[in-house]
């Protein structure tokens, strides 16, 4: 309950800052009577209204939350995985597909309990086989990145 | 007799051979996606749209991918249900309480078969359901103005709150979120930007695809992480595979009455096939008076939530058609596919684009009898492939997602804002904040904002346009009954529970 209410403190702050940004919203000039600056406010002022009564009751959880609880090694995995996401993100143009997917299904193999063999074919297989799918058959563009030398 | 008309032309949009060969692998793609557990109708149908929009598929052939997928999934979810016990997605939940306990009795084959029947049954009712009444509110709908829209809108997100059982607040919030997260980027009317604190790549707006699949896949990933399991053991489907006649005839009615439940629950906007498959096993429940074995493995328990649910997944057709609202997570994804096409969906939809509306609803007919066909001799291969492990699965989930991604705008940006968003959406999902509500916020957003004020514009800025035609007047009146209705709930179950525990 403590993690929700801190949640919902997080999220009433994230909305004061949008009202504050959503205030100087002005409309050069108008041809209407709405301008773009009330339909956001009105939300604004109904999600915080929502917030503040989920702080008061919270209401139960779900059965699926009680059988998971986060325990500290979950929760590392879960900072793993996404950080795994966020470097493929970036390395995404920069070292190219292949390459990058390769890199990344690796990780990913790894922190769902795939051995290091497995892993490193899946990851070969995946790579070339979601390019060749994805750039050759169904012309979506993909970056090549180092392998771009290549010529293939 | 005009619609038996359209529907014939509909039938000869939908047998070309190339849609009939697209019915046939959606509903393949769809059954196998819905059978790995975790993932449901919202994760397959978000990650064919780059695949399909990529193929160049004209758009009705696009359309009925996507709903075979739709109608694919909602059959593939029974079989996890039934042989792991591991719902794939939230509308399966009920047809596991009486459908693994029948496939732990042995009578896995039973259970599936007749399950199977019983989606069919329901998916062919709704879709008569969708025949008959689709056109019928689109000529109704055709006389709304933008102020009857948006109460129309103000309806959808109340009916979604109230209709969420023990939630309501926490799915208005959801939807609320979506509903903001519409209005990022430049707005139409006045060209401000908003909500974009100077970056470039949110000018446009948040993309469509990028939300559905940071929401749905990437927090999908989040959670299949947690919960990696090693040995997976499904139970045998051993024995006979067909029900026999006096099985048929004990969930003869069962059938019929899910079958019409599940309709009109998804035709009611945000209600869809969770909301259906709920009612119909209660209901059902509570008519079965003698040799009632609810939850130990009752046929008609099983039947009832697996029929409505096919009904409900093809009723929800009927408010995206007619109105362009959403009746599920899963047709808010084809919505926002439609918009990609440059399709306005909406009452106008049956005049302008008649082959598309007819043969997506020929084609549904044509899906559900596929499905049929294919799963009965089709389900030991299926079973097998209920053994892939996550390692296998999950960096392919991924990896897809990615493309998907980066397929519409070809940046990285996307790609970071995809995670973002799947992050905050793990977390939402952990305070067990409903991630479809937020979905189909961010659908209606965009729509309500515009109806809203080209309606105060039309009326110079008088509010009282919002409540001045008899439509608008029967739309308050729902609007006001979905908010009374959470609140007596709340005051019934409080009532009761005070002399439980004096």
Known sequence: MIYQRLFLVALLVVY??????????????????????????????????????????????????????????????????????????????????????????????????????????TGAVMSVAFYMLFDRVLDVPLPLGVLSGLGV | ??????????????????????????????????????????????LLIPIAFALGLPPETSLILLAAVYLGCEYGGRISSILLNIPGEASAVMTALDGHPLARQGKGGIA????????????????????????????????????????????AITCLAGMAGNKPMKTAVASLIGLLLACVGIDANSGVYRFTFGSLGLADGIQF??????????????????????????????????????????????????????????????????????????????????????????????????????????????????????????????LGALTLYNITPGPMLFQTDPQLVWGLIASLFIANVMLVVMNIPLIRVFTKILAVPYWALVPGIAIVTAIG???????????????????????????????????????????????????????????SILWSSPITWGGWALVVLMLVLPMYRGWRRRRAAVPANP
């Open chain 2, 405 to 463: 991604v980066y397929g519409v705008h070809a940046t990285t940006f996307d790609l970071f804002l995809m995670i973002v968003i799947g992050v905050v959406g793990y977390i939402l999902r952990k305070f067990d904040f409903p991630l479809s509500a937020v979905l189909l916020g961010f659908i209606l957003g965009g729509i309500m904002e515009q109806n809203l004020r080209r309606a105060l514009s039309i009326s110079n800025g008088e509010l």
């Open chain 1, 16 to 121: 004061a800052v949008l009202a504050y940004a959503a205030t100087t919203y002005e409309a050069p000039f108008s041809y209407e009577p709405v301008g773009p600056r009330a339909f956001p406010l009105l939300l604004l002022i109904l999600l915080a209204a929502g917030t503040v009564y989920l702080m008061i009751r919270p209401g139960q959880m779900a059965e699926e939350n009680a059988d998971t609880p986060l325990t500290g090694q979950v929760l590392g995995r879960l900072v793993l995985c996404v950080l795994a996401l966020a470097l493929f993100a970036f390395f995404f143009e920069k070292l190219g597909f292949i390459v990058s997917a390769f890199l990344f299904a690796i990780a990913m193999c790894r922190l769902y309990n795939g051995g290091w063999v497995t892993s490193v074919i």
């Open chain 2, 209 to 334: 695809v990028v939300l559905v699949l940071g929401l749905f896949s990437i927090s999908e990933i989040l959670v299949l992480l947690e919960r990696t399991y090693y040995g997976q053991s499904a139970l045998k489907t051993s024995g006979r595979m067909m029900f026999n006649m006096k099985e048929a005839m004990l969930v003869k009615w069962t059938v019929l009455r899910s079958g019409v439940v599940g309709f009109f629950m998804g035709i009611l906007p945000g209600a869809g096939a969770t909301m259906a498959s709920a009612v119909a096993y209660m209901s059902e429940k509570r008519m079965a008076t003698k040799d009632n074995r609810f939850g130990n493995g009752d046929l008609r328990g099983l039947a009832a939530p697996e029929t409505a649910n096919s009904a409900a997944a093809c009723g929800s057709m009927v408010p995206m058609l007619t109105l362009g609202v959403p009746g599920s997570g899963t047709t808010a994804v084809m």
């Open chain 2, 112 to 155: 599936l078969s007749i399950s199977a029947a019983g989606s069919f049954t329901g998916g062919l009712i709704a879709t008569i359901g969708v025949t008959i009444f689709a056109p019928l509110l689109a000529k109704w709908a055709v006389a709304f103005g933008p102020a009857e829209y948006f109460v129309m809108m103000v309806f």
């Open chain 2, 1 to 46: 007799m005009e619609t038996l008309g359209y529907l014939g032309q509909g039938f000869g949009v939908a047998t070309t051979p190339l849609n009939l060969f697209t019915a046939l692998c959606g509903t393949l793609i769809g059954t196998v996606v819905g059978l790995l557990p975790g993932l449901g109708p919202i994760n397959g149908v978000a």
